[in-house]
């Protein structure tokens, strides 16, 4: 009997990398995330403490005060502008997903194949050795006889 032998196996091979890529560009993406959302968070920050040291002087000048609405008006620019790049970052991660678990399910696919393609070989296998084995016994016999 012949040697089992999967003609799939460099692409099964190939799936657990292909597999790491995906990981990969998705921490990526994660991380792009996560500095966005500091970026806004810092902008937010930036805008309230602005605030409260207008606030905390008492007073202040018509010049302080166009200058802190100003501030104010690209401090919510900026945070619109991030908010709508997080939200495509959220997109991509979401696509992100669904394509690692693409690769995921692909390589279990052709693993579930492999199994599948051994257990019949190694079925197979057996009923050959069970006919040899029969023969030679059968052989024996009538020499035996």
């Not at 032998?5 to 099964?12: A, D, K, N, S, T």
């Not at 998705?26 to 970026?39: K, V």
């Not at 790049?85 to 194949?113: S, V």
């Amino acid at each position: 009997m012949k040697r089992f032998f999967f003609p799939l196996r460099r692409v099964l091979d190939l799936r657990p990398t292909q597999a790491h890529i995906e990981e990969t560009k998705l921490a990526r993406l994660h991380a792009e995330l996560r500095g966005l959302e500091d970026r806004i968070h810092h902008a937010r920050r930036e805008r309230a403490d602005s605030e409260r040291a207008l606030a905390q002087t008492g007073a202040a000048t018509g010049a302080e005060l166009a200058t802190l609405d100003s501030f104010k008006k690209a401090a919510a620019a900026e945070c619109a502008r991030l908010e709508s790049m997080a939200g495509a970052a959220r997109r991509k991660i979401a696509l992100q997903i669904e394509a690692r678990a693409a690769k995921r399910r692909d390589a279990r696919l052709l693993e579930n194949l492999e199994r599948r393609k051994l257990a019949a070989w190694k079925l197979e296998f057996a009923k050959e050795l069970d006919q040899q084995a029969e023969e030679e016994h059968q052989a024996r016999w009538r020499k035996q006889r």
